[in-house]
């Protein structure tokens, strides 16, 4: 008879551990947040637009007369190098979530946050084609500070949106 | 005919007489009784035990409940959290020849509760930029609304003292399901922990009660 009494209370006291315990402090997310889009707007974002201010910039890729520089989570500035004394802010190619570009035969590669895009450009990067979209192909970028999780990150997207940028908290 | 109906009605009832004569009876058939460990979620939770009638091992366990909650929390800070609940559970006492609340049991039943939170925390927002619509998360007050209702089965040991006061303990298993009227499906950002307020799975239940029979 006693046995199972003293089972019941070790099984008691284990339970109530676990209560006391699990009150823990508030969870920090750290210095970032995400910036979520719904696919198909993001897919239809993309676009040439005028030159904008370089401001959290990236990777840099010469092509012929022009150098690329990206603009973290928000898209490719082009710079018309042709006279080096004077480089021109030429244009800015908007692709959210970009953060990496490749290009070659007038075709420009970029991520478009978690796809891969290929885009038919005119010589002076005038107007922009995507011409081929591989989706889901890369993982969604940990925000710098790493404090969010995928859990975390997933209490807050909205319904079938895409993590396409970490802002800083201001 | 009459006559054996007759019969056969001062046999059964006769024979009831005996059957609880041989059996150790309460006298009381109502309970009021009080769980300790609702404090750590910030409730109260007070059972009325009624047996199902006067000669009966088995009781109707009703237990509503209240919660009211300010600050810190299973990892979340509440500006407030207010609740109610209310457990229904159908009990039954094993002890051979006993009819008295007392001894091993196996009770099982279904639980709903209610909470209205008002949270300083993040969320997600929608906005504009370039006409493209983008959503952040942002820190603001949110007001959240969450159901979560359930079912449990418990084994337990209930001791009394003077056929008026018990104690009671218990340990089983349960299952939660939670939603949350700020996101679609079940609750996940109050399901931090099994004993969160907007927890959905299964989970292992104990518990302590005190009170007494009149």
Same mark, same amino acid.
């Given at each position: 008879m006693k046995k199972p009494i003293r089972a019941l209370l070790f099984t008691i006291a284990c339970v109530a551990t676990g209560m006391l315990l699990s009150s823990s402090e508030p969870v920090y997310y750290g210095q970032y947040t995400p910036v979520f889009m719904a696919r198909t707007v993001m897919e239809n974002a993309i676009k040439i637009e005028a030159a904008q201010p370089l401001r959290a910039t990236g990777k840099i890729y010469i092509y012929g007369q022009y150098i690329l520089v990206n603009e973290k989570y928000k898209g490719i500035h082009v710079i018309d190098n042709s006279d080096p004394a004077t480089p021109e802010n030429m244009a800015f190619l908007h692709i959210d979530g970009c953060i990496d570009m490749a290009m070659k035969n007038n075709v420009l590669y970029a991520d478009n946050a978690i796809d891969l895009i290929a885009l038919k450009t005119t010589d002076n990067f005038s107007s922009v084609q995507v011409t081929e979209r591989i989706k889901n192909i890369f993982p969604e970028t940990e925000s710098p500070d790493r404090y969010w999780s995928s859990y975390y990150v997933n209490q807050f997207r909205?319904?079938?949106?895409?993590?396409?940028a970490w802002k800083k908290k201001s | 005919m009459k006559k054996i109906l007759l019969i056969v009605s001062i046999v059964t009832f006769g024979s009831c007489l005996v059957f609880a004569q041989e059996k150790e009876i309460l006298g009381s058939r109502m309970g009021i009784g009080f769980v300790p460990q609702y404090a750590i979620s910030g409730g109260m939770r007070f059972d009325i035990d009624r047996s199902i009638?006067?000669? &009966?091992n088995q009781w109707l366990i009703i237990s509503p409940q209240v919660f009211m909650v300010t600050g810190g929390r299973y990892g979340h800070e509440f500006e407030e959290l207010t609740g109610l609940g209310l457990d229904i559970k159908h009990k039954i006492y094993l002890k051979p020849n006993s009819m008295k609340p007392i001894g091993f049991y196996a009770q099982y039943g279904i639980m709903f509760q209610h909470f209205s939170i008002i949270e300083n925390r993040q969320y997600t927002e929608s906005y504009f930029e370039n006409g493209i619509e983008y959503y952040e998360v942002v820190e603001g007050e949110v007001n959240t609304k969450l159901n979560k209702y359930g079912g449990n089965f418990h084994l337990g040991y209930q001791w009394l003292v003077g056929d008026k006061v018990y104690f009671d303990i218990y340990t089983g298993a349960g299952i939660r399901i939670s939603h949350n &009227?700020?996101?679609?499906?079940? *609750?996940? %950002? $109050? +399901? +931090? $922990? %099994?004993? *969160? $307020?907007g927890y959905s799975g299964t989970l292992l239940d104990a518990g302590f009660r005190v009170g007494f029979y009149f």
């Open positions: 909205p319904k079938g949106a895409i993590l396409v | 009638s006067k000669i &009966s &009227s700020q996101i679609e499906g079940l *609750d996940t %950002w $109050y +399901n +931090n $922990y %099994w004993v *969160d $307020y």
